[in-house]
């Protein structure tokens, strides 16, 4: 998410994003710090990027520990640390000057966005105040530093005239949003809003462009924002890691709202918005992990009907609490419980995009292609308002397509589904 608002930036000031090495000046690779295997990731993406181009920057979590870096890739021109922002564009303009170009200079902000892109990561806040114990990221990220609403939402503002129809709310923690600053007051367009979740959700609603919540807790406060789904103000769409369902394996994860009693809440929210699409992602095989407590995930899973699900087996990181509790599970019954679990996502994923077929829904494009299966007809890739991009589901469109660009919204009926996408056609 990081790499978007560099993107955003870089873009912004007329730099081309190129789709392969060979095409690019330069690259710059965003790493991840965080457990043992990204880490390697990120060492092999950098040295796949000095091989394939040369001219390589480095930033992210990885990038707090530029020794590890360098003893590695000694030919790496900079390192910058996590959300460095300006550093990375600072090692960026140094090594790649921009080019200055008295036309887009002069053009107003909607034409600087050189590869338009009509969906964009608003990030409100750095760091964390939790502690899961799996976790290092307060670590390397530092506690929670919000963002004045003000300057939020004149951001979301801008990128809504520039073109943009989808935000993304991102944060390791939206709904503490705010609290570290005590709520405080802003006017803006006329209203009065704090600095809270609830209020930033409220002033993101008035722009009329889809506003879509990542990583919220489920925290009592949150319950305020359902009336403004159901409203049609902000996407009925709520993305929370879960992580666990047993209370005894949360609370030695040391979840944030642990104590919370989710499948009541969840009913409730559906009681409010019914078509609220919930995302989450699982740990499975977290040490301790009884058979019945997994057993309790299971029927959690069932009960809660959590609609786009990503789950990942339990991982030591280094330096996170989690390494010192007992009894690690065994790698081949992590796999086999990731299995089950995965697959009754599945079910339950499939069953529930079926409940779509033959309604109408608003889909915005992301993409159209010419005659991909050379039968003659244009096909159009989009999302329902319960599909946020990269990481849940698509809809393949037919039909009436001659007008319909990327970025546009249009109205579709659904007319089939498999586990994971949907098919639609324009009438
Ligand atoms: S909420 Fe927990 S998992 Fe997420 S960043 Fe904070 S400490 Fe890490």
Known sequence: MDSERILTQLRSEGYRIAPDYAGADLVVVNTCGFIDSAI????????????????????????????????????VLRVTGPHAYDDVLTA????????????????PEQGVRLTPSHYAYLKISEGC????SFCIIPDLRG???SRRLDDVLREAERLARAGVKELLVISQDTSAYGSDLRY?????????FETRFVDLSRALGTLGIWVRMHYVYPYPHVDAVLPLMAEGKILPYLDIPFQHASPSVLK?????????????????????????????????????????????LLQ?????????????????????????LAEHIPVSVQQERLDTFMQIAQE?????????????????????????????EILAIGRTRGDAPEVDGIVEVRGNLDAIRSGSFVEARIVAANDYDLEAVIE
């Open 40 to 75: 390697e990731e990120s060492l092999d993406a950098i040295g796949e990027a000095i091989k394939e181009n040369g001219k390589v920057i480095v930033t992210g979590c990885l990038g707090a520990n530029p020794q590890k870096i360098l003893e590695q890739h000694p030919q």
């Open 252 to 296: 030695r994860m040391r979840r944030p709202a642990h104590a919370e009693n989710t499948l009541r809440r969840i009913e409730a929210w559906r009681a409010i918005c019914p078509d609220l699409t919930l995302r989450s992602t699982f740990i499975v095989g977290f040490p301790g992990e009884t058979d019945a407590e997994f057993e309790q």
């Open 92 to 107: 960026v303009h140094e090594y790649l000057p921009p080019r200055h170009d008295p036309f887009l200079d002069l053009v």
């Open 300 to 324: 959690w899973l069932k009960s809660a009907q959590i609609d786009r699900v990503g789950a990942f087996m339990y991982s030591p990181v280094e330096g996170a609490k989690a390494n010192a």
């Open 143 to 145: 506690r929670l530093v």
């Open 184 to 192: 405080p007051e802003i006017h803006w367009q006329g209203e009065t």
């Open 129 to 132: 105040n939790n502690r899961c």
């Open 348 to 376: 339950i994923s499939a069953q529930r995009l079926n409940q779509k077929v033959g309604s109408i829904q608003t889909l915005l494009i992301d993409s159209v292609m010419e005659d991909p299966d050379q039968s003659g």
